[in-house]
């Protein structure tokens, strides 16, 4: 995806942010008063080390179609962190790692676990 001034977006969230300037600051390329500074490749960021997944540019803004086409929702897997729970994308799909000490840390992290794999077998990215 290229990324271009005046243009309007989708994040991660669902949320549509419109792109208002270039910016050299923190090391993010790309300004937008709805939610902040971006990266050329659409990724989120506060600062330099902080970020923000669900706020990342996923896909050019498209207006929802009018007429006999309906709009269909899917869930997808989210990188982040969940609790003990690690999950990002290494390019070749999601991986997730768990670093847990505690009975307690283990049952929050089958739930989280559980929650991604309903997400798998009904299909989703």
Known sequence: MQIEVWKYYRTR???K????EEADNEGA??????????????TFSYGETTSCANLDLIAEWTEAPTGSVRTVTRKEIVPGVYGNVI???????????MNMRTATELRAAIVTLTEIADAMEGGAA
């Open 13 to 15: 969230d669902g949320r």
């Open 17 to 20: 942010v419109q792109i208002h």
């Open 29 to 42: 390329q790309f300004y937008s008063q709805d939610c902040g500074l971006y990266f050329a490749d659409g």
């Open 87 to 97: 999950v990002w994308n290494d390019g070749s799909g999601d991986v997730i790692v």
